[in-house]
């Protein structure tokens, strides 16, 4: 039989900020008691690649995402030198089905001591699956609530490539992950709790959504949009959020189903 959902008052309370995305030198507390860990996928490097590979304790590729990376890295910093900028932005690990790094760039950095994990024979899970399971099972963070997964270059490509990305959010929802693209950025927001987000209004929004993806949300109620649910449901084929926009610095979520948070990014 299944259980009951727990009520909507007695569900702990998730808090989320976009504060890393921040120009130094400023740091919001909520950046600096999470854990980073930096995710680069095979897409374009977003233009704040470099500042989020600074904030990060942990940095994998996903396969071709070490290509992104060696060639990415020089070109976001034209001012400096190419050699010294690759030697500078050393991945701690590449990890994958390795079709897609090239050779000489795998080469470059295991000289340099990249850890290379090699998962060829796993032709059922995505790179980018691979890599979350790596850092879950690694990290050195005891509670999992600390630890944040920063993914580059998750959106804006190839549309097989972008649901696999965001079904991993729902294969692991108990890390807090972000999916990231120079354009926008998104998260889970799992049913176990209620969430207050924390809007970064000089880096982020005023658009924004909230998507039941994979399954129907029979309640949803939300505070701080132009246009709020107030117990409304949601499903595809049905009523969906998108093109909302954020009216306050604090948006609260309660909803009986995981929901897709996304909001915009200013360039
Ligand atoms: N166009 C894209 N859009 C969104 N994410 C992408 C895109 N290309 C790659 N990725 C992400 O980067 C990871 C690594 O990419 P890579 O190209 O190495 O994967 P792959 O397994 O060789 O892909 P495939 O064989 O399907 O082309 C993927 O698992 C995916 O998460
Ligand atoms: C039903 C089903 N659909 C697609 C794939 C293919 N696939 C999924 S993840 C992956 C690895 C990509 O690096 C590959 C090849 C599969 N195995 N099972």
């Known amino acids: 039989m ?26 919001s507390p909520a950046t600096d ?18 500042l989020l ?28 030198d190419a050699g010294e900028v690759r030697a500078r932005y050393k991945p701690d690990v590449i990890k994958g089905d ?3 790094v090239r ?19 796993d032709q ?24 944040c997964i920063l993914v580059l270059g998750a959106l804006g490509g190839r549309f097989d490539h972008e649901m696999g990305n965001i079904n991993v959010l729902h294969i692991f929802p108990n890390i807090n992950i972000i999916l990231l693209s120079n354009d926008c950025l998104i998260f889970l927001l799992p049913r176990t709790h209620n969430h207050e987000i924390h809007v970064e209004r000089s880096i982020e929004g005023p658009h924004c959504g909230l998507i039941p993806i994979g399954m129907p949300s ?20 049905g009523l969906i959020s998108t093109s909302n926009i954020v ?11 995981d929901l897709i948070w996304t909001i915009s990014l200013q360039n």
Request: overall charge negative.
């Open 2 to 27: 299944a259980l009951a959902p727990t009520p909507p008052q007695q569900r702990p309370t998730m808090r989320h900020s976009s504060a890393f995305l921040l120009p130094p030198p400023s740091a």
């Open 53 to 80: 590979w600074s904030r990060a304790a942990l940095r994998v590729c996903a396969d071709g995402g070490a290509n992104r990376v060696f060639d990415g890295m020089p070109e976001l910093l034209p001012g400096q």
């Open 124 to 147: 059922d899970t995505t790179d980018l699956h691979k890599c979350i399971s790596f850092i879950a099972k690694n990290s050195t963070v005891a509670d999992k609530s600390n630890l």
């Open 33 to 50: 008691a999470a854990t980073v860990a930096l995710v680069v996928l095979n897409q374009p490097l977003p233009r704040f690649a470099p």
């Open 98 to 100: 390795m079709d897609s």
């Open 247 to 257: 009216e306050d610095d604090k948006v609260t979520v309660t909803s009986e189903s």
């Open 218 to 237: 029979t309640s949803t109620t939300t505070t701080g949009l132009r246009w709020n649910l107030d117990n409304t449901s949601m499903s595809y084929g």
């Open 103 to 121: 050779p000489q760039v795998k080469e470059y950095y295991a000289n340099l001591g990249t850890k290379i994990v090699d998962e060829s024979h």
